[in-house]
């Protein structure tokens, strides 16, 4: 029902910005929230933004507040992470994540908040 393909992901130094970009397809995502997760080697995977279907209401894990801004474009079926300021901490596979359609945001937005999720793409950030 829904397809979602992660890109922009690669390998920049501390302080470097980099912008990943999630493409969906079909006609209801302007109908779904939309999230960024990642996952470190070893560790589980952790929510790091999330948008609502109305493009009103965001949320950002404590670890990237103020340094990443995740942001939607409903007539391209397109969502984005602008990630600055990255640190080697940061170093991750980034996951984007689509909810079922009109689900009310403030019900949850972690892992099982998202029903439909990409294949990932790498950023590994250099010290």
């Known amino acids: 029902q829904a397809q979602l393909v992660e890109s922009g992901g690669g390998l920049v130094q501390a302080g470097d910005s980099l912008r990943l970009s999630c493409a969906a397809s079909?006609?209801?995502?302007?109908?779904?929230?939309m999230g960024w997760f990642r996952q470190a080697l070893g560790k589980e995977r952790e929510f790091v933004a999330a948008?609502?279907?109305?493009?009103?209401?965001?949320y950002y894990a404590d670890s990237v507040k103020g340094r990443f801004t995740i942001s939607r474009d409903d007539a391209k079926n397109m969502v984005y992470l602008e990630m600055s300021s990255l640190k080697p901490e940061d170093t991750a596979v980034y996951y984007c994540?689509?909810?079922?359609?009109?689900?009310?945001?403030?019900?949850?937005?972690?892992?099982?908040?998202?029903?439909?999720w990409g294949q990932g793409t790498q950023v590994t950030v250099s010290s």
């Open positions: 079909g006609r209801t995502f302007s109908s779904r929230n």
């Open positions: 948008i609502s279907w109305s493009g009103g209401t965001t």
């Open positions: 994540a689509a909810s079922v359609p009109f689900k009310p945001i403030h019900l949850g937005y972690d892992r099982s908040a998202f029903a439909y």
